[in-house]
């Protein structure tokens, strides 16, 4: 089982910039799909952005096109997601997540991070 542990959530006003990192343990790193969900209090963990094994491919979703980007060193077992143009409705729990195939809709099959909280204020 594949251990994450993220980083760099905290507060920051409309239209500023943050950087998650997700640091994983194992060493077939470069074999899993990467991905961040994010949650907010009595709603659904939802989809944020996705990443292949090798970084070729990214997914996003529609909320964080063009504003997120993700990005990974398999060097250094590690993912991110930078988050520029912040805006109030980004505001949730952050959680990183890794599987060997694809998910858009949080699932049990790979391994959950903690979370870390990031908080845009307006």
Do not use: H
Not at 70 to 91: C, F, G, H, W
Not at 92 to 115: D, E, I, R, V
């Amino acid at each position: 089982q594949v251990q994450l542990v993220e980083s760099g959530g905290g507060l920051v006003q409309a239209g500023g910039s943050l950087r998650l990192s997700c640091a994983a343990s194992g060493r077939t790193f470069s074999s899993y799909f990467m991905e961040w969900f994010r949650q907010v209090p009595g709603k659904e963990r939802e989809f944020v952005a996705a990443i292949s094994g090798s970084g070729v491919y990214t997914y996003y979703a529609d909320s964080v096109k063009g504003r997120f980007t993700i990005s990974r060193d398999n060097a250094k077992n590690t993912v991110y997601l930078q988050m520029n143009t912040l805006k109030p409705e980004d505001t949730a729990a952050y959680y990183c997540y890794s599987a060997l195939f694809l998910n858009k809709t949080p699932s049990n099959f790979g391994s959950w991070g903690q979370g870390t909280q990031v908080t845009v204020s307006s």
